[in-house]
């Protein structure tokens, strides 16, 4: 593998000294691009975008051609891993995921097998090793998995939900029934993620999506417990380096101290949480990363600018933050600002 040319990102992850504060978005090969949108209608649609590893090397590199970012994420879906276990993952538009077989009883969820990333998501792993050949060095390239808990959510709902009514009502009716779906996703996950990280991933982030769903109770036994299984099972020193792993729970701010525990290098953090704030709870135990909201790219540049110089304020000096949006970037912005907003970054945090 070739020499990293620029490894800010995976130093800022590790709280070691860097030039200036990296940065990369959420959801950055996506469709606010015109060149994104160019190849999902060559491809015909999302998963035959996902599902094709050199499609998915071209829209992973499109951001970097336009940007200075600091990092290349997998282009692909949290949802693989339940369309590997067969539940038959589709896409409605407008309406989000959708599943043909939920999970819903016992039978359901016994006649799940933790996957073979090798054997059922091949394009993944194929996809890795193409981006990582292609990069060359450039920047690392980030690897992601969702969490059990929101993996949960989508495949006992069938699809996107605004109350988890049926998760939820598992989880609290059938207890050991969820523990049972959500350790085999766990081990899963453990196996994805590595599998990604022996194709080239360097550094992997977990996406607990719906974590903040959850009550302070139920957050630490069917979500954060899950997390800190995965933490402790996978690779996380590879080609002479640390491989960084990254917990992401939307809305989890009130539990950054236990998100802390799990061994993970760095924490990210959505729009909610104050940097400052943050910074003081876990202290040098963990980086930071994020947190500005992704609405205020529909601002103007002039604004999106004041927006980054006061994350980068709140921060502070010393190392230990990756800049990035509370969560996705959203479809409908216009790219010349989200390009305004890397390069405030770089311009505000330089040395």
């Known amino acids: 593998m070739s020499e990293l040319k620029n490894d800010r990102f995976l130093r800022a992850l590790l709280r070691q000294p860097v030039d200036m504060t990296p940065v990369w978005m959420m959801r950055q090969a996506g469709r606010y691009l015109p060149e994104y949108r160019a190849s999902r209608a060559k491809a015909g649609n999302f998963m035959g975008l996902c599902g094709n ?15 200075p970012l600091d990092a290349a994420i997998l282009f692909s879906d949290i ?24 999970v819903r009883t016992e039978a359901d969820i016994n006649a799940l097998k933790i996957i073979d990333p090798h054997k059922d998501l091949p394009y993944v792993v194929d996809a890795v090793s193409l981006i990582r050949r292609e990069l060359n060095g450039r920047v690392p390239l980030i690897g992601f998995s969702g969490s059990p808990w929101t993996l949960a959510t989508y495949m006992i709902e069938g699809g996107s939900s605004k109350d988890f009514r049926r998760a939820k ?15 085999t996703l ?10 990604q990280i022996e194709a080239g991933a360097q550094a992997v982030q977990i996406f607990d999506t719906w974590g903040g769903a959850l009550s302070h109770v139920a957050y630490q036994e069917f979500s954060l417990h899950y997390m800190n299984k995965i933490v402790a099972g996978l690779i996380r020193e590879r080609e002479g380096r640390r491989v960084p792993v990254i917990l992401f729970t939307k809305g989890g701010g009130q539990w950054l101290e236990s998100m802390a525990d799990t ?9 909610t949480t104050d940097m400052s704030q943050a910074r003081a709870r876990v202290g040098d135990r ?22 980054v110089k006061r ?3 709140s921060f502070g000096p010393g190392p230990g933050h ?13 790219p010349e600002h989200a390009g305004a907003f890397i390069r405030a970054v770089h311009e505000f945090s330089s040395c």
């Not at 339940?82 to 939920?102: N, R, V």
């Not at 598992?170 to 350790?183: F, I, K, R, V």
């Not at 994020?290 to 600018?305: C, F, H, Q, V, W």
């Open 186 to 195: 766990a081990e899963s996950v453990i196996v994805y993620l590595n599998a």
């Open 53 to 67: 590893p050199e499609m998915a090397c071209e829209v992973t590199m499109q951001p970097l051609e336009r940007y």
């Open 286 to 307: 963990v980086a930071l990363q994020g947190n500005m909201d992704p609405t205020i790219l529909y601002a103007s540049p002039e604004r999106i600018r004041e927006e």
């Open 263 to 271: 061994g993970a290098d760095a924490l990210g953090l959505d729009w």
């Open 169 to 183: 009502q598992m989880m609290y009716n059938t207890p050991e029934l969820m523990h049972q779906l959500l350790d």
């Open 79 to 102: 949802l693989t891993i339940p369309d590997a276990m067969g539940l038959g993952l589709y896409f409605e538009t407008g309406e989000g995921p959708k599943f043909k077989k939920p």
């Open 311 to 313: 994350i980068l304020g």
């Open 322 to 334: 990756v800049f990035n949006l509370g969560h996705g970037i959203t479809p409908e912005v216009d």
